[in-house]
Every structure is written in structure tokens, then in C-alpha cells.
């Protein structure tokens, strides 16, 4: 028994610092608006009331985040959509890695508008011993 119970709790503390290990962050954002005005007038005293109502909408982007980090590496990804009159998307990969005194690092933006043709961006690539 008191084998098992040693197994069991060495089975525990290594899923607990693997589950550690790959860990990712995660997160989801966003807005969105509703307005609704109701208006009522009288051109007389004794005339019948004219109400008029607006109703409108406007909707915030969306963002889908994650994050991880172990040691000295780090990597970041976000997908961000939103609706403005028209469709647009935005995916952001980041990342870093640090060996000994350098570090390197790189990043990209993509837009992935669909009012235009989605030029594709380039990743910026940087290495640096911090001066």
C-alpha cells in the first residue's frame, strides 16, 4: 500500500510539472453596440403625437489571443476579425529565443483585408547580444 500511495504521488508531481511545460495562454475579447432612440412630438396641444425610433449598431473587433512561455523562449499568436462596412482579419505571430548572451526575436503582421489584395508582410528577424 505504501507503494501504490509513493507511485501515485510521484504520477501526480510529474503530470503537474508537465502540464507546466505546455501550458498556453489563452483569451478572447471584444465590443459591440446597440442603440435604440425613441422620440415623441406635438405640433399642438390638441394634435395626435408623432414618435419616431432609430435603431443602430456597431460591432468592435473580435480577438482570439494565446501566449506561452518557458524559459528563455516565448511565442504569441492573435486572429483579430472585425466588421466596419467590411470584413477584415489580422493575424500576429510573434516569437523569442535567448542562447547564452543573444537573443532573437521575430514578429509578422498579416492583413487579410477583403476590400483589397492581401499583400503579404514581411517577418521582421532581429538578433541581438543586448547592445
Known amino acids: 500500500m505504501k507503494y501504490i500511495a509513493?507511485?501515485?504521488l510521484a504520477l501526480l508531481a510529474s503530470v503537474a510539472m508537465v502540464a507546466q511545460a505546455y501550458a498556453w495562454?489563452?483569451?478572447v475579447t471584444?465590443?459591440?453596440e446597440a442603440t435604440f432612440n425613441q422620440a415623441s412630438s406635438k405640433s399642438g396641444s390638441d394634435a395626435d403625437a408623432n414618435t419616431t425610433q432609430e435603431f443602430g449598431s456597431a460591432a468592435g473587433s473580435i480577438v482570439?489571443?494565446?501566449s506561452h512561455s518557458s524559459g528563455d523562449s516565448s511565442a504569441a499568436f492573435s486572429y483579430t476579425f472585425d466588421w466596419d462596412d467590411n470584413y477584415d482579419e489580422v493575424v500576429?505571430?510573434?516569437g523569442s529565443t535567448k542562447a547564452g548572451e543573444w537573443t532573437a526575436?521575430?514578429?509578422i503582421d498579416?492583413?487579410?483585408d477583403s476590400d483589397s489584395a492581401a499583400a503579404e508582410d514581411r517577418p521582421n528577424i532581429a538578433i541581438t547580444n543586448g547592445t
Open 92 to 94: 500576429k505571430l510573434s
Open 105 to 107: 526575436s521575430s514578429a
Open 25 to 27: 495562454d489563452f483569451g
Open 6 to 8: 509513493k507511485m501515485m
Open 110 to 112: 498579416f492583413n487579410r
Open 30 to 32: 471584444g465590443s459591440a
Open 64 to 66: 482570439i489571443s494565446s
